[in-house]
T-cell receptor, first 107, second 113 residues
Framework: KNEVEQSPQNLTAQEGEFITINCSYSVGISALHWLQQHPGGGIVSLFM???GKKKHGRLIATINIQEKHSSLHITASHPRDSAVYIC?????????FGTGTRLQVFP | EPEVTQTPSHQVTQMGQEVILRCVPISNHLYFYWYRQILGQKVEFLVSFYNNEISEKSEIFDDQFSVERPDGSNFTLKIRSTKLEDSAMYFCAMEDREAYEQYFGPGTRLTVT
């Protein structure tokens, strides 16, 4: 069983739609990361959170420690949001990564 | 956003050769990480490094791998005798624990032939 599960694996949306990507984990964690990976391979950290909710522009990340679940929301999606979104959980100093959710937003 | 740089961007080497991948960290960041991503697979943790010591390492990080900060600035990952299966994208990252942020380098694509 994977320690970090993401759903869905693939997601397509029309521009303007509200997007939700989910992450469930089975290990105890000190923090959770949401990362964005573009087709060229570069990785950008979007959020690092250990409780509650964080917002940055059109992106919102929430975490429920009791349920071991986090969500990443994108409001008013845009084609430039097309990327792979990766959830990674921090167990001491080790990061455990999910397999990613491939998002494609069409105009 | 602060910039983490990595060199080279692409390295091609023959099996059995040693490679050194370099990362130039953001000043004042004390926590460093190396990750790798084999083509088509998920990102994997290799090692974390704090205060000039390895903090934690994965099963992948065997005796063929080593990390150091040789001159107090650059952060290096050395693979002593490369294998075909070492072909991957290698990312370094820095963590600012006060700001609760992690910054990734652009990656080095290692190809072992």
């Amino acid at each position: 069983k994977n320690e970090v599960e993401q759903s869905p694996q693939n997601l397509t949306a029309q521009e303007g739609e509200f997007i939700t990507i989910n992450c469930s984990y089975s290990v105890g964690i000190s923090a959770l990361h949401w990362l964005q990976q573009h087709p060229g391979g570069g990785i950008v950290s979007l959020f690092m959170l250990s409780s509650g909710k964080k917002k940055h522009g059109r992106l919102i990340a929430t975490i429920n420690i009791q349920e071991k679940h986090s969500s990443l929301h994108i409001t008013a999606s845009h084609p430039r949001d097309s990327a792979v979104y990766i959830c990674a959980v921090k167990d001491t100093d080790k990061l455990i990564f999910g397999t990613g959710t491939r998002l494609q937003v069409f105009p | 956003e602060p910039e983490v740089t990595q060199t080279p961007s692409h390295q091609v080497t023959q099996m059995g050769q040693e490679v050194i991948l370099r990362c130039v960290p953001i000043s004042n960041h004390l926590y460093f990480y190396w990750y790798r991503q084999i083509l088509g697979q998920k990102v994997e943790f290799l090692v974390s490094f704090y205060n000039n010591e390895i903090s934690e390492k994965s099963e992948i990080f065997d005796d063929q791998f080593s990390v150091e900060r040789p001159d107090g600035s650059n952060f290096t990952l050395k693979i002593r005798s490369t294998k075909l299966e070492d072909s991957a994208m290698y990312f370094c990252a820095m963590e600012d624990r006060e700001a609760y942020e992690q910054y990734f380098g652009p990656g080095t694509r290692l190809t072992v032939t």
